[in-house]
């Protein structure tokens, strides 16, 4: 699109440039060519993720947990007797799970837990008394497996797309094994293992330090869907206590983050900056090119003018301002005698093919200009011998490759087959008898995607007849 706004443009200002040009405007813009040149080389660095830029991101969705802590039959929630017992013991229990993060904010986990709760000081017992004070109980967690949702304050951050903390709470339900031995008590009574129900809520704390682990620290309080969770039957449900604290592993590709401590909006952020940034480089080269486009394209117009109407471009044009309907030479310079042109019947040979051969693969230019290299001379000094002494007729055809643009391409090799044209009749031939024309890339012998493709196509043909 830049290329085709580009041409459009150069073709609509071109008789303005044309008349507006001077030597200290050339040197601007030679000045800003040179300060393209050094963006473009930046912008190639920059531009180095755009190909994977906004596309679908693959995260770490599962993860496994281990913990460790403390449990006890003491909870919030238990009012001011603290439930059966009135003293809790510490007594340490160890568990794990496994999580699917859904979305940022919420996951499904499935919860391992076991361990032992004790416990001392019935309230059955008077208080004080040396009954309650050795009576105690201790009930065995031989299994308990939970399924909860996990819901994560997801990372809302503007400028850091993972998250250092995480707070989450915990919700869902559970089943146990379990089984109490009372000690001392005499409105308990024990146990054997046995199955209930519980429902585990709980909050916590994950603190990331890394793509693939988080340190985790969490509460969570069990309520027993039992009354005899502790050996003593009463009139409310049992209830336990898990603090813990634990390590998390998040699974999945490398590079990968954790989809619950990932920040989309600080992402998108980031992602939308580094566009912005690189479509405000590739503007600024596309204007450094095109107002070297159009330099080029006012030098080529002047260059490639005819002032005088005498045929011969400015450029080569070694008689400027000639009268009207003077007959010149292939320099522009009046030809004093027009010498008859006698036709005569024209045998080409295999001899002189030969020469125009030889002149057409060793003729060379300067890159990009229409300047004959001088190692060029001797073959076209013998193609000037042929014309002159045979009379013969000379089609010149210029040749490029499709690389820079169609207008650019196509002065370039009518610039160069004038070229030719000049130095022949610089040489002798009449210029008469020698027709210039450029194609440009339209014609290609070759592929133009090769380098040595694009070397064949970069030619000038000659015709005799």
């Known amino acids: 699109m830049v290329i085709e706004c580009c041409c ?9 440039i044309y008349l507006i040009m001077n030597y200290n405007f050339t040197k601007s813009l030679l000045t800003l060519s040179l300060a393209g040149v050094s963006l473009a080389a930046s912008a190639q660095d920059m ?41 809790p013991q510490v007594s340490w229990g160890y568990g794990g799970y496994i999580k699917k993060q859904i979305l940022p904010g919420f996951g499904l986990q499935a919860d391992f837990l076991a361990g032992t709760i004790k416990g001392d000081h019935a309230n059955s017992l008077p208080s004080g008394s040396a009954a309650q004070d050795n009576s105690s109980f201790a009930t065995r967690i031989q299994w308990s497996a939970a399924l909860s949702a996990n819901f ?31 000690f001392n008590t005499p409105a308990g009574s024990n146990t054997a293992y046995h199955e209930n129900w519980f429902v585990p809520v709980g909050a ?22 039992s009354r005899d969770f502790n050996g003593v039957t009463s009139g409310l449900n049992d209830r336990f206590s898990y603090a813990h604290a634990g390590v998390e592993i998040a699974l999945g590709k490398k590079r990968s983050s954790q989809l619950q401590n990932y920040s989309a909006i600080a992402a998108l952020r980031e992602e939308s900056a580094a566009e912005s940034n690189e479509l405000r480089t590739r503007l600024a ?21 005819d002032d005088d109407g005498d045929g011969v471009a400015n450029k080569y044009d070694k008689c400027p301002a000639t009268p009207a309907g003077t007959t010149v030479d292939g320099s522009g310079c009046p030809l004093k005698v027009p010498a008859p042109v006698i036709r005569e019947k024209v045998i ?26 001088e190692h060029s001379y001797p073959t076209l000094n013998r193609v000037a011998d042929l014309l002159v002494e045979k009379h013969f007729s000379l089609k010149l055809a210029g040749h490029t490759d499709n690389t820079g643009s169609m207008s650019l391409n196509m002065a370039l090799s009518k610039d160069r087959a004038e070229a030719v044209k000049s130095y022949l009749v610089s040489k002798g031939a009449n210029a008469s008898t020698i027709e210039a024309t450029g194609y440009g890339p339209t014609q290609p012998i070759a592929s133009n995607k090769t380098a040595a493709g694009r070397q064949q196509n970069r030619r000038v043909e000659f015709s005799l007849f």
């Open 8 to 16: 459009t443009l150069r073709i609509s200002v071109a008789k303005h």
């Open 47 to 87: 531009s180095g993720d755009s190909t994977t830029r906004f596309q679908k991101k693959e995260f770490r969705t599962w993860s496994i947990g281990l913990n460790g802590g403390i449990l006890t039959h003491y909870t919030p929630f238990n009012g001011a007797d603290n439930g059966d017992y009135h003293h």
């Open 152 to 182: 994560t304050l997801a990372n809302v951050s503007l400028n850091q797309k993972r998250n250092v903390l995480s707070p989450y709470l915990t919700a869902g339900a559970g089943y146990l094994s379990s089984s109490a031995h009372v």
């Open 204 to 225: 916590g704390f994950k603190f990331g330090i890394s793509r693939v682990v988080n340190i985790d620290l969490g509460y969570t309080v069990s309520f027993m869907k």
């Open 285 to 305: 080269m596309a204007e450094q090119a095109r107002m070297r486009d159009e330099a080029a394209y006012a030098a080529l117009v002047r260059d490639m003018g």
């Open 348 to 373: 080409v040979t295999e001899a002189d093919r030969k020469i125009v051969g030889e002149a057409i693969k060793n003729l060379e230019f300067d890159l990009g200009k229409a300047t004959i290299k």
